[in-house]
């Protein structure tokens, strides 16, 4: 009785985050009123879109969010998270290449100079904070990679990767909304909502620890 009982607050659980995550992006973009394009660049929008909103997931199946996730252990939802991180992230490093991909199938730019010419655009803010993201997603990247062979204790490594990570939410969001294809008002509405909800739950998990750690002293 109690695994079925573990079992149905799971689904309970990862339902509604499937939903919030990979259906209402897919819904937004089904239903946006955006120029066809080609199958190529439909598609890579459409990863691009999930790697992006899967990446806004993982402040959501931390410890932080045990209250929604208080039927997983803590070693499952650290793998889950490590997994999204691992398939998602790399998606997201190569974006700036596979924006100039679809250029080798079209006459004018070529794919090289396309791409010289989006990274040496500083007049443009939104591409800065999007350079900003991406040098922020490499060292995430790398830093969680070979974690294990930096002098660093479990509490500070935490810290750090969680400071890293709110900083890329919020250069990433603010990239996105300003130069996305994709992102209309409904979009934006939902990056801003589940940004916003990200670095609260971010706040409310350090101040708890932080009242918590002041009650022996009272």
């Given at each position: 009785m109690g695994l079925i009982m573990k079992e149905n607050t799971q689904k309970k659980t990862m339902l509604p985050l499937a939903v919030l995550f990979i259906g209402l992006p897919l819904f937004f973009y089904a239903t946006g009123d955006f120029p066809k394009r080609t199958p190529l660049k439909d598609s890579l929008s459409v990863l691009t879109i999930l790697a992006f909103?899967?990446?806004l997931a993982q402040f959501y199946l931390t410890r932080m969010n045990r209250s929604l996730l208080g039927?997983?252990?803590?070693?499952?939802?650290?793998?889950?998270?490590?997994?999204l991180g691992y398939i998602f992230l790399p998606v997201l490093i190569i974006h700036p290449f596979l924006i100039v991909v679809?250029?080798?199938?079209?006459?004018?730019?070529?794919?090289?100079?396309?791409?010289?010419?989006?990274i040496t655009t500083f007049?443009?803010?939104?591409?800065?904070?999007?350079?900003?993201?991406?040098?922020?997603?490499?060292?995430l990247g790398v830093a969680s990679l070979?974690?294990?062979?930096?002098?660093?204790?479990?509490?500070?490594?935490?810290?750090?990767?969680?400071?890293?990570?709110v900083l890329f939410i919020v250069a990433a969001s603010w990239h996105a909304i300003d130069l996305g294809r994709h992102t209309d008002t409904s979009l934006s509405t939902f990056i801003i909502i589940?940004?916003?909800?990200s670095l609260l739950l971010v706040l409310k998990h350090y101040i708890s620890e932080s009242l918590l750690k002041q009650e022996p002293s009272k």
């Amino acid at each position: 009785m109690g695994l079925i009982m573990k079992e149905n607050t799971q689904k309970k659980t990862m339902l509604p985050l499937a939903v919030l995550f990979i259906g209402l992006p897919l819904f937004f973009y089904a239903t946006g009123d955006f120029p066809k394009r080609t199958p190529l660049k439909d598609s890579l929008s459409v990863l691009t879109i999930l790697a992006f909103c899967l990446m806004l997931a993982q402040f959501y199946l931390t410890r932080m969010n045990r209250s929604l996730l208080g039927g997983y252990r803590q070693s499952t939802i650290t793998t889950i998270h490590k997994a999204l991180g691992y398939i998602f992230l790399p998606v997201l490093i190569i974006h700036p290449f596979l924006i100039v991909v679809p250029r080798y199938y079209e006459s004018g730019v070529s794919p090289t100079e396309a791409f010289f010419t989006i990274i040496t655009t500083f007049s443009s803010f939104g591409i800065i904070l999007g350079i900003c993201a991406w040098c922020l997603m490499v060292i995430l990247g790398v830093a969680s990679l070979f974690r294990t062979k930096l002098s660093l204790s479990y509490k500070t490594w935490r810290l750090i990767h969680t400071i890293l990570a709110v900083l890329f939410i919020v250069a990433a969001s603010w990239h996105a909304i300003d130069l996305g294809r994709h992102t209309d008002t409904s979009l934006s509405t939902f990056i801003i909502i589940v940004a916003a909800g990200s670095l609260l739950l971010v706040l409310k998990h350090y101040i708890s620890e932080s009242l918590l750690k002041q009650e022996p002293s009272k």
